[in-house]
């Protein structure tokens, strides 16, 4: 019998050292310590001049992830709605609920430092008819499995990550042991023939 797998929840991840270095030199300026459980999030970096050619580049693999996709964007423009970088408390406990980031297409991370002692994102289900009627799961399941309800993903520096904006996310706890940074970005397409904003 075939099987064939529709409606899909993409995924998009490499490695790309080549903007790590300098990453993570230039975010060192917007990075503040932080009380325990929180993390530290900086201004808008997608305007920034000095961030210019990694804006770029996750613009052209965002733009990439969408149109492999199958979406037509010739009528549409892309822009950051958000870009920021931020870092976990030292002092242990940061961690991110499981949230989806509303109004936008395309989100993700790059991640500048961590390892196997800090935390990691988590992503979820995103079909609600799905969810609502899920059966039990079955122990060690493999991350392919369709009935799962999560996806757990070890990253290390360098790692680029890029899914739909509508994917629940969450980051699990940090125990302060070592530095999580990473920088998350959130794209929104706006029709070009968009009509005149309501005075
Ligand atoms: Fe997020």
Redesign the pocket.
């Known amino acids: 019998m075939n099987k064939e797998v529709y409606f899909g929840s993409p995924i998009f991840k490499e490695n790309n050292l080549n903007f790590l270095k300098s990453s993570v030199l230039k975010t060192n300026k917007y990075i503040k310590e932080t009380k325990f459980g929180n993390s530290h999030h900086s201004e808008h970096l997608s305007n920034i001049s000095e961030f210019k050619e990694l804006t770029q580049y996750i613009g052209q693999k965002s733009f990439e992830f969408l149109d492999e996709q199958g979406f037509d964007l010739t009528e549409y423009n892309l822009y950051f709605t958000e870009m920021w970088v931020q870092e976990f408390s030292k002092k242990g406990g940061g961690h991110?609920d499981t949230?989806?980031?509303g109004n936008n297409h395309v989100?993700g991370?790059y991640f500048l430092k961590c390892s196997d002692k800090t935390s990691y994102p988590v992503f979820h289900d995103p079909r609600g008819a799905a969810v609502m009627s899920k059966l039990p799961l079955k122990k060690n399941l493999n991350a392919t499995n369709t009935g799962n309800d999560l996806i757990h993903f070890n990253v290390k520096p360098g790692d680029l990550i890029i899914f739909n904006s509508y994917m629940p996310?969450?980051?699990v706890l940090d125990h302060g042991k070592e530095p999580f940074r990473f920088i998350?970005w959130?794209i929104q397409c706006v029709h070009k023939k968009i009509g005149k904003e309501i005075n």
């Open positions: 991110h949230h989806v980031h989100s991370f996310h969450q980051f998350h959130n």
